[in-house]
Structure formats: C-alpha cells, structure tokens
C-alpha cells in the first residue's frame, strides 16, 4: 500500500481538499496532535472529534488504509521513525513541576544504559586509533552535526590534521576521496538520518579507515565498522534526548587529550601563548 511509503501527516493533507465538511472536521482535529492517533481507539476519537465511528471508517480509507488499525500502526511507525511532530503529546500533567522531572529522570535513564554499555578500553582504542591517524574526519547531518562538531573542536587542541563534514560548498566526494586506510572516522547517525546514510558509510568502509559509528538505538548493527556506539535517546516530549551522546563526546575527547602525552601538551601550550598573544580570551 502507498500509505507505507509517505507519512500519515502527509496523506492528510492530501487529502483536505477531497473530504466531506465532517471528514474535514476530524482530519483539522488530527492535525493538531497527529501522534495521538496511535493511543486511541476507532470510538474514542470520534468522541473526542464530535463525529461518527462511520466517518472514522471513510476517513482512514479514503488516506489508503483498509482500516483504522492499519493507520494507527502507520502512525506509530511515524514515531518510531523520529517525526517531532508525531511525538508531540495533546495533554499535560497538573503538576507543574512534572515534564520537567520527567525529562530529567530519563536523561538520567539514558546516561545510566550508556554506563551499562560502553567501556573505557573500547573508547580508549578509539582514542588512541585518532591520536595514531594520518587525519581524523567527524561527520554528522543535521541533528548529528552540533556533536560532530564539538568533538572536533575538542579534539583539535591536540590533533592537527581534522577535517569536519559536510563542509559548506563542497560535495562529500570531494572529501571522501581523500580518505585512507590511515584515517580514523567518526560517524554520528542519529534520527532522523538522512536517507543516504548507509551508502555514505559504505563509501567509508571502502577506505578501510577505522570508523566508529554513533546511533541512537533504531540504528541496526554494521559490521562495516570499527567499533558502533549505541547512545539511548529516549525522552517524554517530541524531542529526543541527546544527553548521553554528549556525555560520550566529553568523555572521548578527554580521553584523546590525556592520551596525547607530551607531543598533545605542546600543542596546547602552543595554543595558549597565541591566545594571550593575540588576547582572544578572558
């Protein structure tokens, strides 16, 4: 079926135009909490949108489902997928301090699995593995781009040769055909991913670089890669919640600052006469 290939929001508002003023009604409802729809049964919602369970019926298949049901698992599909939009919830709790502690409780959660699984000489290796490379390379789109870029700022007060991407301007072949079994690649690929992801990573492993691959758990595992770092992103709003996959970058980025040694010390001093030298910082 169709409806599996473009998203529920989007077959909505196809389909505005072409319904009945009480089909309108219910899909302008659905509209404004679309996520909703998974948590509520064919009579619920019709309750709740102040229409017939008939309308319900015509509605979903007049969207392309041959039922309600089949939307609804379209719907959390959509969710699992990523969409901010379909995990926007329509209720509030009473207390004004809930959503608050909620969100704290599962950074918590989500900090807890990762010290459940990752591993000081697993990160260590990958440490070391940059400190050893020709060049280090940090990749990320879209909501994987703010951590690729802050492990490379990091990481450059003691690697020279870095490279962040995708660079403004420039294609990725121009980039990755320079990458060399000498190289280490760090890959964040977070939902939601953009959908050329796994040719990109293939056109990495290619290089025979070591690579380390950072996901969310959605990811499934690749056994094109050095080493895949899972971080739970799990959180209460339509958000996910990166606080893990931060706490991972602090924690690496120290690693290869400790691990650098003497010839990491020097640069960094280096570093620091500049900046008095040219009084950049307070």
């Given at each position: 079926?169709?409806?599996k290939k473009t998203s529920f929001v989007t077959l909505v508002k196809a389909a505005l135009p072409t319904l009945h003023p009480t089909e309108r009604r219910l899909a302008e409802f659905i509209l404004n909490f679309p996520g909703e729809l998974a948590s509520y049964t064919a009579t619920e919602l019709a309750n709740l949108a102040g229409v017939s369970n008939a309308t319900i019926t015509r509605f979903v298949k007049k969207l392309g489902y041959r039922?309600?049901?089949?939307?609804?698992q379209h719907v959390r599909d959509n969710r699992e997928e990523g969409a901010a939009l379909l995990r926007v919830e329509g209720h509030e709790d009473d207390r004004s301090d809930s959503l608050l502690y909620r969100h704290i409780h599962q950074g918590?959660?989500?900090?807890?699995h990762a010290s459940q699984h990752f591993s000081q000489s697993m990160l260590d290796e990958v440490a070391n593995a940059m400190l050893s490379a020709r060049k280090v390379w940090v990749v990320g789109f879209r909501s994987s781009h703010p951590f690729a870029e802050y492990l490379n700022w990091q990481i450059m007060q003691?690697?020279?040769n870095t490279a962040l991407l995708p660079r403004a301007g420039e294609t990725l072949a121009e980039s990755l055909?320079?990458?060399t079994s000498d190289d280490c690649v760090i890959l964040f690929g977070l939902k939601r991913r953009t959908a050329d992801l796994d040719t990109l990573l293939t056109q990495i492993a290619s290089s025979h670089a070591n690579v380390l691959y950072i996901t969310d758990e959605s990811a499934p595992e690749?056994?094109?890669v050095s080493w895949h770092a899972v971080c739970r992103t799990a959180a209460p709003g339509p958000l996910f919640n990166h606080v893990a996959v931060?706490?991972?970058?602090?924690?690496l980025a120290t690693r290869v600052i400790e691990l650098s040694g003497a010839e990491g010390r020097h640069r960094m001093t280096s570093i620091e006469a500049i900046h008095e030298a040219l009084d950049e910082l307070q």
């Open positions: 079926m169709n409806a039922s309600f049901e089949e939307a609804r918590i959660k989500n900090l807890e003691v690697i020279e055909v320079s990458m690749n056994n094109q931060l706490s991972m970058c602090h924690f």
